[in-house]
């Protein structure tokens, strides 16, 4: 796990300097502080900050073949390294070290740019072929490694963070108000754009050659929902599940270094600390976070019950509503856009208190995307279902959204009856489904006139849209762990996992997003994931033997960090600072009246905070990589 940069120019008679190499290098030391290197060849230049995990002796980077005509900055994990190495020793390539990172040049060597298609893990590298004059630049299959560029006609320069690319002088900070719209309306950035224009993401599952002057981007992988394995039975599926669960995480348990698990006291980080324990004679060590404050939802207790289960050495912490506060200007520091997840501050804490036992930390994520273990799943699942028996319109829907919600037992279904009038796609185009957004009475009349006249709300919407026309033909439950998958995934949930963990030089590896696991997860029918009422049917069925009870029945608390009272408590007058200062107001976005009537309406019932904490990381953004201002909060 690393952090790379590096540049091309076009014209060959150029020449990249080390001073600016070792400029990007020092905006991303936090992700690689145990070794640094760099390469420069007139054109080009790489660097790269290492974090060993494997190799440690030899792995320095950047790296090269046997004649130094093909060099490579790696960040990530290959987890069929070994495999590959054998296959790539028969073919008579010499290597020179045990890393993961040598396997890639030569892999590369036999074939091309294809090469990617043979990777099993987590990656983003960029890889220099001397003798052809190409750069090949290449982001794994679901995007858990980032991985942004800015291409002109000069050339292209690229990085692991957005900060390193903004060391380059020769990249202006230009905003983009129609990807400001963007963010509000979904609360992250989904698509390749970000919010500074000429800095885009290469998509997950997409490489990039860049030669003679031209950039060309291609796909490589895509998530495919047709269905090979509906022949199967359940008890089949079941034990394929299970042995594909296992073997993902003995993979992922691939290092030189201490490998602890991250647990959150729900399902699938217990499943994760499961696998582990099986397959290691060493101690695991668990971590886990709670909160200060009484009366919110504490997972503590349930990663208790999982750490005594498979006998780990346990170590929790508790943050404040000040500890909250104080890092929320690191926080958009380090998730370099603003996205609203409040749980990446918790996420931050419990990586520092890691970082003093392991190098490593295993994490559930992804198993609620392949699964389905959303509660809008559901939701949105059986709404579609009451559209087809009640037209929209009918006042029979609100009676059927009002049984439904008595059998399920959950308020929140009343949300739902104003969309009944929308098509499933216009709706879902908004991953956090709040119809304060969505219905047009909400965040959008906080704009100025004038920012108004500057959207397009058809541009705002065109990556999600885009996303929908490749799956149109598919049931509604896969539209929705696809749509997820390709977007609120790695755009919102491993944005947040990368860049909290290697803030504090900490890998985080993800199983359960394995391709392999995340393809047959795809293939399996809609009624083995989401039956009647019961959210990841299967999935808990294959784990039943595995998990406490206790915590495979538990309602899914979704690591509940308790911004919500917080913001509306604790630091009322600090927001209402923020958002209605003259500085704020003066960026043009919003009206102020507007914003005072959203916090007043948030105040009494909280049902905007994601709003309200959207509104303070934007104007923090703002601060942070436009005024230059260095903000404390407390």
């Given at each position: 796990?690393?952090?790379?940069?590096?540049?091309?120019?076009?014209?060959?008679?150029?020449?990249v300097?080390a001073p600016?190499?070792?400029?990007?290098?020092?905006?991303i030391?936090?992700?690689?502080?145990?070794?640094?290197?760099?390469?420069?060849?007139?054109?080009?230049g790489f660097?790269?900050?290492?974090?060993?995990?494997?190799?440690?002796?030899?792995?320095?980077?950047?790296?090269?073949?046997?004649?130094?005509?093909?060099?490579i900055?790696?960040?990530?994990?290959i987890?069929?390294?070994?495999?590959?190495?054998t296959f790539?020793?028969?073919?008579?390539?010499?290597?020179?070290?045990?890393?993961?990172?040598?396997?890639?040049?030569?892999?590369?060597?036999?074939?091309?740019?294809?090469c990617?298609e043979?990777?099993?893990?987590?990656?983003?590298?960029?890889?220099?072929?001397?003798?052809?004059?190409?750069?090949?630049?290449?982001?794994?299959?679901?995007g858990?490694?980032p991985?942004?560029?800015?291409l002109?006609?000069?050339?292209?320069?690229?990085?692991?963070?957005?900060?390193?690319?903004?060391?380059?002088?020769?990249?202006?900070?230009?905003?983009?108000?129609?990807?400001?719209?963007?963010?509000?309306t979904?609360?992250?950035?989904?698509?390749?754009?970000?919010?500074?224009?000429?800095?885009?993401?290469?998509a997950?599952?997409?490489?990039l050659?860049?030669?003679?002057?031209?950039?060309?981007?291609?796909?490589?992988?895509?998530?495919?929902?047709r269905?090979p394995?509906?022949?199967?039975?359940i008890?089949?599926?079941?034990?394929?599940?299970?042995?594909?669960?296992?073997?993902?995480?003995?993979?992922?348990?691939?290092?030189?270094?201490?490998?602890?698990v991250?647990?959150?006291g729900?399902?699938?980080?217990?499943?994760?600390?499961?696998?582990?324990a099986?397959?290691?004679?060493?101690?695991?060590?668990?971590?886990?976070?709670?909160?200060?404050?009484?009366?919110?939802a504490?997972?503590?207790?349930?990663?208790?019950?999982?750490?005594?289960?498979?006998?780990?050495r346990?170590?929790?912490?508790?943050?404040?509503?000040?500890?909250?506060?104080?890092?929320?200007p690191?926080?958009v520091w380090h998730?370099?856009?603003?996205?609203?997840?409040?749980p990446a501050?918790?996420?931050?804490?419990?990586?520092?208190?890691a970082?003093?036992?392991?190098?490593?930390?295993?994490?559930?994520e992804?198993?609620d995307?392949?699964f389905?273990?959303?509660?809008?799943?559901r939701?949105?699942?059986?709404?579609?279902?009451?559209?087809?028996?009640?037209?929209?319109?009918?006042?029979?829907?609100?009676?059927g959204?009002s049984?439904?919600?008595?059998?399920?037992h959950?308020?929140?279904?009343?949300?739902?009856?104003?969309?009944?009038?929308a098509?499933?796609?216009?709706?879902?185009?908004?991953?956090?489904s709040?119809?304060?957004?969505?219905?047009?009475?909400?965040?959008?009349?906080?704009y100025?006139s004038?920012?108004v006249?500057s959207?397009?709300?058809?541009?705002t919407?065109?990556?999600?849209?885009?996303?929908?026309?490749?799956i149109?033909?598919?049931?509604?439950?896969?539209?929705?762990?696809?749509i997820?998958?390709?977007?609120?995934?790695?755009?919102?949930?491993?944005?947040?996992?990368?860049?909290?963990?290697?803030?504090n030089?900490?890998?985080?590896?993800?199983?359960?997003?394995?391709?392999r696991?995340?393809?047959?997860?795809?293939?399996?029918?809609?009624?083995?994931?989401?039956?009647?009422?019961?959210?990841?049917?299967?999935?808990k069925k294959?784990?039943?033997?595995?998990?406490?009870?206790?915590?495979?029945?538990?309602?899914?608390a979704?690591?509940?960090v308790?911004?919500?009272?917080?913001?509306?408590?604790?630091?009322?007058?600090?927001?209402?600072?923020?958002?209605?200062?003259?500085?704020?107001?003066?960026?043009?976005?919003?009206?102020?009246?507007?914003?005072?009537?959203l916090l007043?309406?948030?105040?009494?019932?909280?049902?905007?905070?994601?709003?309200?904490?959207?509104?303070?990381?934007?104007?923090?953004?703002?601060?942070?990589?436009?005024?230059?201002?260095?903000?404390?909060l407390?």
């Amino acid at each position: 796990m690393c952090g790379i940069c590096g540049k091309l120019e076009f014209d060959r008679n150029a020449s990249v300097g080390a001073p600016l190499i070792r400029a990007m290098l020092d905006t991303i030391r936090h992700r690689g502080p145990d070794d640094q290197g760099f390469y420069l060849s007139s054109q080009v230049g790489f660097g790269h900050a290492r974090l060993s995990i494997i190799d440690l002796n030899s792995g320095h980077q950047p790296l090269s073949n046997e004649d130094g005509t093909v060099w490579i900055v790696f960040n990530g994990e290959i987890y069929n390294y070994r495999e590959l190495r054998t296959f790539l020793l028969a073919k008579g390539h010499t290597l020179k070290t045990q890393s993961d990172t040598e396997v890639i040049v030569h892999l590369y060597e036999e074939l091309g740019p294809q090469c990617v298609e043979k990777l099993r893990g987590m990656f983003a590298f960029a890889l220099w072929n001397e003798n052809t004059k190409e750069l090949f630049l290449a982001r794994d299959r679901v995007g858990i490694k980032p991985l942004y560029y800015s291409l002109n006609d000069q050339g292209i320069v690229f990085a692991s963070e957005i900060k390193a690319i903004l060391a380059d002088p020769a990249v202006s900070r230009n905003l983009a108000p129609e990807i400001v719209d963007r963010f509000l309306t979904f609360l992250y950035v989904p698509g390749e754009e970000t919010l500074l224009k000429g800095i885009r993401k290469l998509a997950p599952g997409h490489y990039l050659l860049a030669k003679n002057g031209k950039a060309e981007i291609r796909q490589y992988w895509d998530l495919s929902f047709r269905k090979p394995a509906e022949s199967l039975s359940i008890e089949e599926a079941e034990t394929q599940l299970s042995n594909l669960l296992a073997e993902a995480v003995e993979l992922h348990m691939i290092a030189d270094v201490p490998v602890g698990v991250l647990l959150s006291g729900g399902v699938d980080s217990t499943a994760v600390l499961s696998c582990a324990a099986e397959r290691t004679n060493k101690e695991i060590s668990t971590f886990t976070v709670g909160f200060s404050d009484a009366g919110f939802a504490d997972e503590r207790p349930y990663a208790r019950l999982a750490s005594e289960t498979f006998a780990s050495r346990h170590h929790e912490m508790t943050i404040t509503a000040d500890d909250f506060m104080a890092f929320l200007p690191k926080y958009v520091w380090h998730m370099e856009e603003p996205v609203c997840e409040p749980p990446a501050v918790a996420l931050y804490y419990v990586s520092k208190l890691a970082r003093n036992h392991v190098k490593v930390l295993l994490s559930g994520e992804g198993g609620d995307e392949a699964f389905a273990g959303y509660d809008n799943y559901r939701s949105m699942a059986w709404l579609e279902r009451l559209k087809q028996v009640w037209p929209a319109g009918n006042g029979a829907a609100s009676w059927g959204l009002s049984r439904i919600n008595s059998l399920v037992h959950s308020g929140k279904l009343a949300k739902y009856t104003p969309l009944m009038n929308a098509t499933f796609p216009n709706y879902y185009y908004s991953r956090t489904s709040t119809p304060y957004r969505y219905a047009g009475n909400g965040i959008g009349e906080l704009y100025a006139s004038d920012f108004v006249k500057s959207i397009d709300k058809e541009y705002t919407i065109e990556p999600v849209r885009r996303l929908f026309s490749k799956i149109e033909n598919q049931g509604v439950l896969d539209q929705m762990l696809y749509i997820d998958t390709k977007t609120w995934l790695p755009d919102d949930l491993l944005v947040k996992a990368d860049k909290m963990t290697m803030a504090n030089s900490l890998e985080l590896r993800v199983p359960l997003l394995d391709h392999r696991l995340l393809e047959f997860a795809a293939s399996l029918p809609a009624n083995f994931k989401l039956k009647g009422f019961a959210l990841k049917y299967i999935w808990k069925k294959a784990l039943s033997k595995r998990v406490p009870t206790s915590i495979l029945k538990r309602k899914k608390a979704g690591f509940p960090v308790p911004y919500e009272f917080w913001l509306r408590n604790n630091f009322k007058n600090q927001v209402r600072d923020i958002l209605t200062d003259r500085k704020t107001i003066e960026r043009g976005y919003f009206k102020k009246t507007a914003i005072e009537n959203l916090l007043s309406a948030n105040s009494d019932s909280g049902r905007y905070s994601k709003e309200v904490f959207s509104l303070v990381a934007l104007e923090l953004w703002h601060r942070l990589f436009f005024d230059g201002e260095a903000v404390t909060l407390s």
